[in-house]
C-alpha cells in the first residue's frame, strides 16, 4: 500500500534541519549534533495480516522487535531504545507475560531499552515498535548508494520465511524436522543486527529482505538509478529446497518471499575478501548473488535467459527481455 | 490498562546508558551527547476506543499529532520529528488526503518534520505516533520533582474535551454555538507546546491532562510523593458551565474528564509573577488551582469539605477525608 504513506508524504520536506535522510529508507538518518547520527524506523505488526491470532505470544513478542532491529541493521546502526505501542482486544495477563518474555529476550539480546510505550484497548492486537539506534553518519548504510560494478551479497539462506507461511498455510509439506526449520524462521527470524554493524563503512548499499528478494534489490536498483543483475542459481537456500528449486512455488518463495530479514547488499569487488572475513567471524554464510550495472530495475538470469521483473506488477510477474 | 505495561516493564532496566529518564513519564529522557537530551514519546489512537470512523479524517490526523506534542510539551520540550505507523482497512485516497492535511498542519505550525513511517493493511483503523524533541537536560519537566508549598497550576479551561464527548455521545446538550467549542476542543485540541517550552527551568513538575484533571495530578503526587489540594471552585472552566459547576455530570468531566490537553504544572511561589508575564504574552490562561504540600495523593477541597480520591477506584469515587 505505498501509494497511501506517497500521499501522506506529498507535503514532506526532506531538507529539514538535522534530516540526513528521511522517509524512503529502512530508517531515518537523525544528526542530534552528537557525532553520531540516531536511526530511527518504525514497524507495526497487526494480527491477521502478520500473524495468526492464534500464535505463541512468545514469536509475537520477539518479531515484533526483530523486523525493526532488521531495518537498523539495514543501515549499519546500533540498536539503542525502543518504543512499544500495542492494542490489546483482552486483558490476558498469561498471553502479556508470554509476549514480554519474547520481547525481551531479543531486547536483552543486544542490550537494546525499553524507554516508553502505550497500552492501549481496542478490537484488534496490533504492535507498533519505534526502535532507535546509532551510527556514524559517513558509514550508514542506505538504499541509494549502489555503485554499478558492486557485488550483490545476500546473508544467510533466503525463501524460507515463505516457505513457513506455505506449510502454516497448508499448501506445501516437508517432513516433521523440516517443516519445524522454516516455522522457526517465519516466527523467530534473527535480525542481523552484529553483520548491519560490521559492514557499515565497507558495504555501498543495503536492505533487509522484508518484502521478498527481487522486490528488495528493486528497491536498492531504482533508489541507487542502478540494475541489479541476478544469478538464480546462485541464491542460497535450505538444503531440501534445492532440487526442487525450479519448482514455481519453491522459485516464488525464493524470489517472492519477504519474511527472511537476512540482508542484501553491495561491496566493491575488492572488498569481497573483507566479506568473506565478516562471515567467518560471524559464523554466517554471505554469498554473492549477482553484480549491479548500468540500467534500471532488476534481472534474475536463470537457465540462460533473462527474465526481467515489473516491481509494480509483482515479483512473479516476470517476462524475457527483449 | 495499566497493569498489562507493568508486565511488559517487569524486567525493565531504567538504568542503561543515556537513559536518564525511562518509561512512566509523558516521554523517554536520552542523553545522546548532543547537549540537549532528546524526548521520544508514542501514542495510539484506535477507531472505536479514540474515535469514531465516521469522523473527519482532518481531526483524526490532527489529534493523532496533538496527542504526542502535548506530551512532548508536558516535558518542556521543541518537537522536531514524527515518525507515523498507520494501519487501514481501507484503500481510499480522499480519506488519506484529508487525514493527511491535518496531520500536516500540526506539523507544519511547529516545524516538525515526518522523517518514517509504515503503512499496514489491517481490520481497524489504528494510528501509532513517534514524537521526539528536545530539551537542556537540567530543565526538563518530569512528573516527580513537585515540591511541597509548590502553587499548582493549569493552563486554559479544564473540562471542555470530556464535554464534547457527552455531546457527541448525546448525554449533554447545549446551544449550537456552544456545542462547537467543546467539539472542537474534542476533535482539535491544541498541545502546549509554546508554554512547555517557556515553562522548561521555570516549573517544577509538569504533566498533560490526558487522564483527567484528578487522575493527573495523582500521577504528578504519586512520583513526586507529595500531596496535591486542588480547590474545586478555582479550576477554570467554559463560561457556560460555571453556574452549573455543581451538576455531578459536569463536576465529572471538569474533575474527570481527559480530552483537554492542558498543562498542569507545579512551581515555587516566587515563579508566579514569571508565569504571569508567559500568560500575557501567550495569551493564555493560567490559573492556580491549588496547592504541593507533604502527604499523598490528590484531595479536592470543595464547599468546605475535603474530599480525597482514590485513583486506582476511578476520579468519581470521592470519599470525604477522616
Chains 1, 2 share one sequence.
Not at 541509494?144 to 507461511?165: F, K, P, R, T
Not at 527481487?214 to 542460497?236: G, L, N, R
Request: hydrophobic share 40%.
Amino acid at each position: 500500500m505505498a501509494s497511501e504513506f506517497d500521499i501522506i508524504q506529498r507535503y514532506f520536506d526532506n531538507h529539514a534541519d538535522g534530516v540526513r535522510l528521511g522517509v524512503g529508507d529502512d530508517g531515518a538518518l537523525i544528526d542530534v549534533g552528537g557525532g553520531r547520527d540516531l536511526v530511527i524506523t518504525t514497524d507495526t505488526l497487526v494480527s491477521g495480516t502478520h500473524f495468526l491470532s492464534s500464535e505463541d505470544p512468545y514469536s509475537i513478542g520477539f518479531k515484533s522487535v526483530a523486523v525493526n532491529l532488521s531495518d537498523l541493521a539495514a543501515m549499519g546502526a546500533t540498536p539503542q531504545y525502543v518504543l512499544l505501542a500495542i492494542t490489546l482486544p483482552f486483558s490476558d495477563e498469561a498471553w502479556i507475560e508470554r509476549f514480554s518474555e519474547g520481547l525481551y529476550s531479543l531486547l536483552n539480546r543486544y542490550g537494546v531499552t525499553l524507554v516508553g510505550g502505550d497500552t492501549t484497548q481496542g478490537d484488534v492486537l496490533s504492535i507498533t515498535l519505534t526502535a532507535i539506534g546509532s551510527v556514524n553518519p559517513d558509514d550508514a548504510l542506505r538504499r541509494d548508494q549502489a555503485i554499478s560494478d558492486d557485488d550483490v551479497w545476500v546473508s544467510g539462506l533466503i525463501g524460507l520465511g515463505a516457505v513457513g507461511l506455505s506449510i502454516q498455510e497448508g499448501t506445501l509439506r516437508f517432513s516433521k524436522k523440516d517443516e519445524e526449520d522454516f516455522l522457526l524462521r517465519l516466527h523467530k527470524p534473527n535480525p542481523r543486527v552484529e553483520l548491519g554493524e560490521k559492514l557499515a563503512g565497507i558495504a555501498n548499499a543495503a536492505i533487509d529482505i522484508s518484502d521478498g528478494l527481487v522486490a528488495d534489490a528493486w528497491h536498492v536498483a531504482d533508489e541507487s538509478d542502478v540494475q541489479i543483475v541476478i544469478d538464480f542459481e546462485t541464491i542460497p537456500t535450505h538444503r531440501v529446497l534445492n532440487s526442487s528449486r525450479r519448482d514455481q512455488n519453491i522459485k516464488n518463495c525464493i524470489l517472492g518471499g519477504g519474511d527472511d530479514y537476512e540482508l542484501l547488499f553491495t561491496a566493491n569487488t575488492d572488498a569481497a575478501e573483507q566479506i568473506g572475513n565478516i562471515a567467518r567471524e560471524l559464523d554466517l554464510t554471505l554469498t554473492r548473488i549477482g553484480k549491479v550495472r548500468s540500467g534500471s530495475g532488476v534481472i534474475v538470469r536463470d537457465d540462460g535467459e533473462e527474465l526481467t521483473v515489473s516491481f509494480q506488477r509483482g515479483f512473479d510477474h516476470f517476462a524475457k527481455r527483449k
